[in-house]
C-alpha cells in the first residue's frame, strides 16, 4: 500500500542549532535547506510514496522545495513538532482517509530509497518507526491504515513511540536511522555519502550519492 508522508521543516534560519559551526555562519540556513532537499529528493524516488507534504514554518522560505513534487503549507501556529505533525496528518487523510500516513524527519541526506522502501515492507501496514542510528530518537513513523499517525517525536522519542503501541523495525537501513542534529551526525553521513546539496557545502572530501 502507498504511504502519504508528512515532513515537517522549521525556517533555515533557525533550524538545527545544534550544527552551527559545522559550516559558516553565512551558509547555515543553505546547510539545513541542503539537508532538507536531499531527504525530499531521496524519498520522492520511492514507488511507494504517494504524496509528500511539507509542514513549514515558512513555506515562502523553502519554496523551492516544490520543484521536487512536493506540496508545502504552514504550520498552525507555534504547536510544536507534533501539532504540525498531527496538522499534516490531518490533511493528508482528507483525500485518503483509508491509507497510511508517515512523519519523516527532514534531516536524512544520505537516505536511499531503497532503505525507505525496506521500511515500508517491513512495516506491513503495521504502526511502526524507524529509530535513529544511536536509538533513541525516531526517524520515521508510520500509521496503519486508516488509523491514527499519533506522533510522539521530541526527547526519548523511541521509547514514547515503543510505549504508544508502535512497532520498532529492525532492518539495518542505515541511510534512513542516519539524521543529523551535531557535527558528528554531519561526519557521519559524509562517509556514507550525501546528495548533492549537501556534498556542495561539506569539505572536498565528502562522498556524493550516486
Known amino acids: 500500500m502507498d504511504v502519504d508522508l508528512v515532513v515537517p521543516l522549521k525556517h533555515p534560519r533557525v533550524g538545527k542549532s545544534r550544527l552551527r559551526g ?3 555562519e553565512a551558509e547555515h540556513a543553505e546547510l539545513v535547506l541542503a539537508l532538507a532537499y536531499d531527504t525530499l529528493a531521496a524519498v520522492t ?3 511507494g510514496v504517494r504524496r509528500v507534504l511539507v509542514v513549514a ?3 515562502a522560505a523553502v519554496s523551492e522545495l516544490a520543484g ?3 506540496e508545502l503549507v504552514a504550520e498552525p501556529g507555534d504547536g ?3 501539532e504540525a505533525l498531527r496538522h499534516g496528518a490531518a490533511l493528508l487523510r482528507d483525500g485518503e482517509p483509508g491509507g ?3 512523519a519523516l524527519q527532514a534531516d536524512l541526506p544520505a537516505l536511499r530509497a531503497g532503505d525507505f522502501a525496506a521500511a515500508l515492507a517491513e512495516a506491513a501496514g503495521r504502526r511502526a518507526f524507524v529509530a535513529d542510528h544511536q536509538g533513541t530518537g525516531t526517524t520515521l513513523l508510520l ?3 486508516g488509523a491514527p499517525l499519533d506522533p510522539r517525536f521530541g526527547a526519548a522519542s523511541a521509547q514514547r513511540h515503543t510505549e504508544s503501541g508502535a512497532v520498532p523495525l529492525a532492518g539495518a537501513m542505515v541511510s534512513l536511522r542516519s539524521d543529523v542534529d551535531t557535527s558528528d551526525d554531519l561526519e557521519h553521513v559524509r ?3 550525501v546528495g548533492k546539496r549537501t556534498a556542495a557545502l561539506l569539505p572536498d572530501e565528502t562522498v556524493p550519492l550516486g
Do not use: F, Q
Open 191 to 193: 562517509v556514507l555519502g
Open 57 to 59: 514554518a515558512d513555506p
Open 143 to 145: 500509521s496503519a491504515p
Open 80 to 82: 510544536g513538532l507534533n
Open 45 to 47: 524516488s520511492v514507488a
Open 68 to 70: 521536487l513534487g512536493v
Open 100 to 102: 497510511i500516513v508517515g
Open 22 to 24: 559545522a559550516v559558516v
